[in-house]
């Protein structure tokens, strides 16, 4: 069996590119680790200013708080998102030289109201129709979504709905068919949910009386520009004491996009190349 830890890695892949297009592991995390991640959270949530993603962007008050760049906030972040069971499973469907695109916090604050039925793919910027390539199709995926719950997700606090098996359509939800077919994500903090960008998905309402927390990390092909440009996030001597791993998902030693007339004649790429396809 392909594994990692107690995950079958192929029987994983197939759930997730074939099957029900996701994968909800309870308790994935410590709760040590996640304990840690919600304190950072909130109170960054405390000191930075109010920032919103798109759904929640025209409210007089907040009902909704982005934070942005965690690799660069502590180190709970950077454990969680270079966690050595993510990329394994990711790998298949991305590549072995994915990277990570964002990894940010989400906190809907009572009262907030629910998201439209949506995709990431892959970013949330194509939400328009006149965006969507008229080709396209899911024949392979170009980013996978984590989300890391930091407090439970409950019907009362707007546990994600999705439509399974959605994202074998390369579409943008149909709002009658996301409300008849969508189930909610109900899980205690700790959970890890992993999906195409192109499952059908949305946040719901906080009809409770208190905030819930959310994770949210992007995983992409090494060819897709990230959504945070960690070249400019992320302090450089900083990040001389990150792993491997997590120099690697940000790209901080990728070569491109660079000025290809400025590098050598000679280069390392047919090389590697070669001992790749050797191998």
């Known amino acids: 069996m392909n594994a990692v830890g107690d995950i079958d890695i192929d029987r994983a892949v197939a759930e997730l590119s074939t099957g029900r297009g996701y994968l909800l592991f309870e308790n994935f ?27 929640h962007g025209d409210e007089t008050e907040a009902a909704q708080k982005r934070i942005w760049n965690l690799p660069a906030k502590g180190e709970a972040f950077r454990r969680i998102c270079s966690d050595e069971r993510l990329p394994a499973i990711m790998a298949p469907l991305l590549g072995d030289d994915l990277m990570l695109s964002s990894f940010a ?40 979504e984590a989300v890391v719950t930091l407090d439970d997700f409950t019907l009362e606090n707007g546990a994600t709905a999705i439509v399974p098996g959605s994202q074998k359509l390369a579409a943008w939800p149909d709002p009658e068919r996301f409300a008849a077919e969508s189930i909610r994500l109900v899980t205690p903090a700790g959970s890890l949910f992993l999906f195409p960008a192109l499952l059908w998905h949305a946040g719901q309402a906080n009809r409770s009386q208190r905030s819930r927390a959310a994770l949210l990390g992007s995983y992409t092909c090494k060819s897709i520009k990230p959504i945070e440009d960690w070249s400019r996030c992320i302090d450089p001597e900083a990040a001389k004491g990150y792993g491997s791993r997590m120099r690697a998902l940000l790209g901080l030693d990728y070569a491109y996009p660079a000025v290809m007339d400025a590098l050598p004649g000679r280069s390392s790429e047919g090389k590697r190349s070669r001992k790749a396809i050797n191998y």
């Open 29 to 55: 995390f410590s709760a040590e680790l996640i304990a840690e991640a919600r304190r950072s959270i909130y109170q960054l949530a405390r000191s930075e200013p109010d920032r919103a993603s798109h759904f």
């Open 105 to 144: 916090a989400n906190i809907l604050y009572p009262g907030a109201p629910a998201q439209e039925g949506h995709v990431d793919y892959p970013y949330w910027d194509l939400h328009a129709r006149s965006r969507w390539p008229r080709t396209l199709n899911a024949s392979f995926f170009l980013a996978v």
